[in-house]
């Protein structure tokens, strides 16, 4: 029984840390550091702008309306948009615009690829060093390319993620959850690039990063956006964010939705974590960071699900029999917030807790189906524009 308690309240201390004390250390002991100084103010390099595109024909046009209001000079920018075997309007709105971009170039597959196929091959189009990675339905402000590709005069920065902002925001669904935690998320990774330059894993909607990092994603992979992320930080180079570097994005709002990508993310965290796993034992920064807000954090629904079984053994005395209630009512919420859907009544702390929980299950189910093997990393988009 003693080790089943030390194991116990181990788990406890190591949830409470990823969740709490870690993001707030990071705050704390970055609040007056700076992210990167050395960056250009004039003569800025040429850029290469990669966007994958499926199905795409409500938000393509949009997106390419921002990129020719950005204050990036247009000259000095290589357009590579690949569409992937679409089946709508997407390719024909994009040649629309064709004429607007000095270089500008349009593969189209007949076949679907999958996201990191199609990746994996605009990059080796790519003409310059340094290329924006960035989403169909990601919207771009004026200032957005200036404030990611400033940071690349200093040749230690091989990765710099954008500040993610989210719309079309309801209190029917998941969206304002989901918003909740994107948000805090943010602020933590913003701190580990002040701190060690050592951000763990850019939000994928809308990043650059230098050509000379890249090497080719494995197809099957899911979340390739951590993929180069880790294998830039195992190179010797920086990842940071820069919070000036403002994009915007439609969230989801269907729970069903989300929790099916939560769980496809999941199994490629488990995937990444195949691969970067010797980056825990540096024991360095970067193998703090990774421990602290990305293995506890996948590993803490075997943690819970401990705690659920141990503490009913332990239920005879008073302490244990109060952890267990309250690590069992989370998955009773459910009910009360599905009810309350129903009738138009949002309870804000009640879904947050809900997501929470969602979160938890799609990893414990993630995992398993990435022990199932993924053979192909071609999904559907989220759609656009709920």
């Known amino acids: 029984m003693f080790i089943i308690e030390i194991i116990l309240w181990l788990g406890i201390g190591l949830i409470a840390h990823s969740y709490l004390v870690y993001p707030k250390m990071m705050q704390f002991f970055s609040r007056y550091r700076k992210i990167n100084d050395i960056v250009y103010t004039e003569d800025f390099p040429s850029i290469t702008i990669i966007i994958p595109a499926h199905n795409e024909e409500k938000v393509i046009g949009q997106k390419l309306e921002t990129l020719l209001k950005s204050s990036f000079p247009l000259t000095q920018i290589q357009l590579l948009i690949g569409a992937d075997n679409c089946q709508d309007q997407t390719a024909e709105i994009i040649q629309s615009y064709q004429g607007q971009f000095p270089d500008v170039r349009l593969i189209e597959f007949s076949e679907r690829q999958g996201k990191i196929n199609i990746v994996n091959r605009l990059v080796k189009e790519a003409k310059h060093e340094i290329i924006i990675m960035t989403d169909a339905n990601v919207l771009l402000e004026e200032s957005t390319l200036m404030e990611l590709v400033k940071h690349f005069k200093n040749p230690k920065i091989g990765l710099v993620d954008t500040r993610m902002e989210h719309f079309g925001l309801k209190e029917s669904g998941i969206s304002m959850a989901e918003n909740g935690y994107i948000s805090n998320e943010v602020q933590t990774k913003s701190a580990e690039g002040k701190i060690w330059g050592a951000m763990m894993g850019p939000f994928g909607g809308c990043f650059a990063f230098r050509k000379a990092c890249f090497e080719p994603i494995p197809t099957h992979f899911l979340v390739d956006d951590f993929y180069l992320n880790m294998l830039i930080l195992r190179k010797g180079f920086h990842c940071i964010n820069e919070q000036k570097a403002r994009v915007f994005e439609d969230v989801s709002n269907e729970s069903w939705i989300e929790f099916k990508r939560k769980i496809r993310i999941s199994a490629g965290n488990f995937q990444n974590l195949s691969v970067f796993w010797p ?58 917030d599905y009810l309350g859907k129903k009738i138009n009544v949002h309870v804000k702390w009640l879904r947050y807790i809900v997501h929470f929980t969602s979160m938890n299950i799609a990893l414990f189910l993630g995992f398993f189906k990435f022990l199932g093997g993924v053979k192909s990393s071609i999904w559907e988009p989220t759609k656009r524009l709920q």
Not at 301 to 309: C, D, E, G, R, V
């Open 279 to 336: 980056m825990l034992f540096r024991f360095d920064g970067i193998s703090y960071a990774f421990f602290s807000h990305k293995f506890l954090r996948w590993i803490l629904p075997f943690f819970m699900a401990y705690i659920l079984i141990s503490t009913a053994f332990l239920s005879d005395q008073l302490a244990y029999g109060v952890i267990h209630v309250l690590f069992l009512i989370p998955l009773t919420l459910y009910i009360p």
